[in-house]
């Protein structure tokens, strides 16, 4: 007869499996406390980001992958720090374009299952336990988005900002999606929602669609010069005021 087995969940699911001892409840807090002071030490001098999303399957000879390496160089040369989830795919074309080129490179990793580790394009890497501090520290140094194609977790991201976006938790970045034909869908989805009445027809301006690299960093590139001074900061970091 077979014995059967218990299955130890991931970390990530530990604590969604319900209550807790107060203990250990405690010891979580401390736990996820520590890792916000650890992101905010390591990404507080990484200047002001632009963060780029996308999957993780993408290889080196993939359209897409070339596509974000631009993407990091234009941001680089527009003396930004590229952002990203620190993995391979699209994140390391991004981290790489800047890298390459010259530019600060970060990533944002996190601690999966499968082990998803950092690409060899980065100038500061942390790595996280869990996704929703991952995924704070994504947010609150970038000053601008780029989602190009991905799976769940890039939706996940995406939407998450829109939310916080329409809902004016944070200031109305611009948000950039990138690729016409696999994204085409999913705008029809949210033209269908406004018609319904569930999303407000302004709320489809938070988000431009396009195929082309231009277009996507001048509409950036509007944005933070319309609403932001570059003021020098000791000398060798600068700091973005609001106007």
């Known amino acids: 007869m077979a014995k059967m087995q218990r299955i130890i969940p991931a970390k990530e699911q530990v604590y969604l499996e319900g209550p807790k001892s107060r203990t250990y409840e405690l010891r979580f807090v401390c736990k996820v406390f520590l890792?916000?002071?650890?992101?905010?030490?390591?990404?507080?001098?990484?200047?002001?980001?632009?963060?780029?999303?996308?999957s993780a399957q993408f290889k080196e000879n993939h359209p897409?992958?070339?596509?974000?390496?631009?993407?990091?160089?234009?941001?680089?040369?527009?003396?930004?720090?590229?952002?990203?989830?620190?993995?391979?795919?699209?994140?390391?074309?991004?981290?790489?374009?800047a890298y390459e080129s010259g530019g600060t490179s970060v990533g944002c990793n996190i601690v999966l299952p499968h082990e998803q580790k950092e690409n060899p394009y980065l100038t500061k890497t942390i790595t996280f336990d869990h996704f929703f501090v991952r995924k704070t520290m994504l947010v609150k140094y970038s000053y601008a988005f780029i989602i190009m194609p991905g799976g769940f977790g890039t939706m996940d991201e995406f939407f998450e900002i829109l939310t916080l976006i329409q809902t004016k938790v944070v200031t109305q970045f611009p948000v950039v999606l990138y690729g016409e034909s696999y994204y085409k869908g999913l705008i029809k989805q949210l033209e269908f929602m406004a018609k319904q009445g569930t999303l407000a027809e302004e709320d489809l301006?938070?988000?431009?669609?396009?195929?082309?690299?231009?277009?996507a960093m001048q509409h950036i590139s509007k944005y933070i010069s319309t609403n932001y001074v570059i003021k020098p900061r000791r000398k060798l970091a600068w700091l973005f005021e609001r106007r």
Not at 40 to 45: E, S, Y
Not at 205 to 215: A, C, R
Request: glycine fraction near 16%; aromatic fraction near 12%.
């Open 35 to 54: 890792e916000f002071i650890k992101g905010f030490r390591t990404l507080h001098f990484a200047g002001p980001c632009i963060t780029v999303f996308g």
């Open 64 to 97: 897409y992958y070339k596509v974000a390496m631009e993407f990091g160089k234009r941001i680089a040369a527009l003396g930004f720090t590229v952002m990203t989830g620190g993995g391979p795919g699209i994140m390391e074309a991004a981290n790489r374009g």
């Open 205 to 215: 301006k938070l988000v431009i669609l396009t195929n082309n690299i231009d277009d």
